[in-house]
């Protein structure tokens, strides 16, 4: 399955594959020839790899927080989040590669209450000050459990953030709402009250893994 939010872009890749192979096929050069024609198709299947979008079983709790990027968890850290939670909070990291599949999903059930996006820098994703100074997207939740935050960084090379929420949006975990184009991370921010499931390094799943608990 691929993602709608690859569509435009798919559709302007294989516009450009197709220009390049007709070019390729009228070469003299037979080594030129398929070497265009090769690079082409691994970057089409690259590209269709990339925005992939497979189903997830999400767990069913309202209990739980799940990871809404698949990816590496790249860091664990205390914080003081001020603008939406207002308290000291834990934040996990995950860092997503250019392989991961990069649909984002809603990590908690709640309504959105915060929604803001933030230009900035383009730093590495795993650079520690990519949370505060690169361009991203923050969305804060309101649960029965109280108020989490989490964004989509964009990085080095990830240039584009998609993100379908509105304000007071009723959402629910494990739900499709935006992607980020071409790897970088997201982060989650919840206040101290939630039991971290998770450590740096391991792999989690979009609606899948469960990144913090209350038990």
């Keep these: 399955m691929i993602t709608k939010y690859g569509y435009q872009t798919i559709t302007l890749i294989v516009f450009v594959l197709f220009i390049i192979v007709d070019i390729a096929i009228i070469q003299n050069n037979i080594y030129l020839r398929w070497l265009l024609i090769g690079l082409s198709t ?97 969305i804060g939740i309101n649960s029965v459990h109280g108020k989490i935050l989490f964004t989509q960084v964009a990085g080095f090379v990830a240039r584009r953030i998609i993100n379908d929420l509105k304000m007071s949006q009723p959402v629910n975990i494990g739900k499709r709402f935006g992607m980020i184009k071409f790897g970088s991370r997201v982060d989650v921010i919840v206040p101290k009250k939630w039991i971290v499931k998770v450590k740096p390094g391991d792999i989690v799943r979009a609606g899948e893994s469960i990144l913090f608990g209350l038990k």
């Design 42 to 138: 691994i970057f089409l299947i690259f590209t269709l790899n990339f925005f992939r979008d497979p189903e997830r079983k999400t767990p069913v709790s309202e209990e739980i927080i799940v990871s809404p990027a698949d990816g590496r968890v790249l860091l664990i850290k205390d914080v003081f989040e001020d603008k939406y939670i207002n308290e000291d909070c834990v934040q996990v990291s995950v860092f997503m590669s250019p392989l991961n599949v990069h649909v984002n999903r809603i990590p908690i059930s709640g309504t959105v209450e915060f929604n803001e996006y933030v230009t900035g820098k383009f730093l590495k994703a795993f650079d520690d000050k990519a949370d505060k100074e690169n361009e991203r997207t923050e």
